[in-house]
């Protein structure tokens, strides 16, 4: 699906549609837009998180299924465009709403499942990072995706896995498509 290796990765806040049409028309091989906020927990973790100061998307998780196909729509090239979501519960409807939205799309999308955040707010709520210590909430957020047909990565930070072996095994059962290794300017296909 990948010609190269050069990635835009997610920025909340920053990497919407235009910005990645920006950078595709620049050269690159994908563009992830998001982070996009699939419950209810992690959107009003986002929207503290923006008002100490830092961007996010404040795009409520009911609006999802309307706005993303319309900045996916904003990409003039054709190349592979990853949707980082963040979530607490798979089994939310929005997400649901959202991934069936995504179906009518001529796209190459990829669902990049967000475990690598950090920010405390989405810790706290049970999303970003802190589904690498509810690996069965991960998994769950792993099968939704694959229902619905999509290739799906699952985002981490390599630092913060406690059990690198169990998690290598969840993403083998899974047959995750890709792992991304997150870098400063773009992330690394491994
Ligand atoms: C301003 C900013 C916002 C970011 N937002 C997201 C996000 O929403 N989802 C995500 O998976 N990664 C996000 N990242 C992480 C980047 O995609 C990349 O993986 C990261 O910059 C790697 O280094 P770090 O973890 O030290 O920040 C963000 C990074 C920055 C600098």
Request: a neutral charge.
């Amino acid at each position: 699906m990948f010609k190269g290796r050069v990635i835009l990765a997610a920025m909340a806040g920053i990497t919407d549609g235009s910005f990645a049409n920006e950078v595709a028309i620049n050269g690159a091989d994908g563009v992830t837009i998001g982070g996009f906020n699939c419950h209810t927990s992690t959107f009003e973790a986002a929207v503290r998180i923006n008002e100490r100061g830092r961007e996010e998307f404040i795009i409520t998780p009911q609006e999802l299924a309307e706005h993303i196909p319309n900045e996916i729509n904003k990409i003039s090239v054709n190349l592979p465009v990853i949707i980082n979501l963040r979530f607490s519960d798979p089994h939310s409807k929005w997400m649901k709403g959202l991934l069936e939205s995504l179906r009518s799309l001529d796209k190459n999308i990829i669902i990049e499942l967000n475990s690598h955040c950090r920010q405390p707010e989405i810790t706290e709520c049970g999303g970003g990072e802190s589904l690498l210590k509810r690996l069965e909430s991960l998994e769950n957020g792993i099968r939704v995706g694959k229902q619905y047909e999509f290739p799906i990565s699952v985002k981490i930070r390599s630092s913060s896995l406690k059990e690198p072996e169990t998690f290598l095994k969840l993403l083998r059962r899974e047959s995750v498509d890709y792992r991304f290794k997150g870098c400063l300017a773009g992330n690394a296909l491994v």
